[in-house]
């Protein structure tokens, strides 16, 4: 798959958190691939998009939105709110600073939905129940890298009228985590950049 599923599994990669409860053996693929293909390129393909990913785990809980429209971006939720944009070649943060927006150019600026490197997901290793679509654990490696996965529960994929939802699971030290990533409102996503300052030096 591309880049908008690869930041799903990038992020999540980041906390070492995974996918969702055991979905019988690992057969033979009862459904059409092109169904979950489908609903990848519409995700990938949308021109804007609000991805929210909620993180819990023993230890914390948190949950993050970025509403991205073109080359802007809306995110809050973790951290103070901040808007960000690009323009041409420079790359803009836009943060409040005693009750006003300020503008500074940030070069390090990376939106949400840049190309991250990941390998691509394979439709054929899921098996289907409803929309629910389960990786099949012959594939976590193919998911996750090579190395240990038995704290792996699953990793799962729902397809939405408008959109997906990412569920995992996994099993760790201090116990159960779980992270959802949901990419919604396709073509659907406004944001509009509030009124603003240049910093100054």
Known sequence: ??????????????????????NGENGENDYDTNELQEAF????DAD????????????????VTSEIDGDKEYSYG?????????????RY????????WIRTEDENYVPADEDLETDDLNPEWFTKDGNLFT??????????????????ETYQIEILENGLIISMEMITDEGLSTTTM??????????ELPDYEDATD
């Open 41 to 44: 390129d519409r995700v990938d």
């Open 1 to 22: 798959m591309k880049k908008l599923i690869a930041l799903a599994m990038a992020f999540v990669s980041t906390f070492a958190v995974a996918a969702c409860e055991e």
């Open 78 to 90: 973790m951290g103070p709110e901040y808007y960000a944009y690009i323009d041409g070649d420079s």
């Open 93 to 100: 943060i836009i943060e409040q600073e005693n009750g006003e």
């Open 182 to 191: 949901k990419f919604t409102h396709l073509n659907d996503t406004e944001v």
């Open 48 to 63: 804007s998009l609000t991805i929210s990913m909620t993180m819990d785990t023993p230890v914390m809980t948190f949950e």
């Open 135 to 152: 990786l099949k654990e012959d594939y976590y490696e193919e998911v996750f890298g090579e190395g240990d996965t038995s704290s792996v």
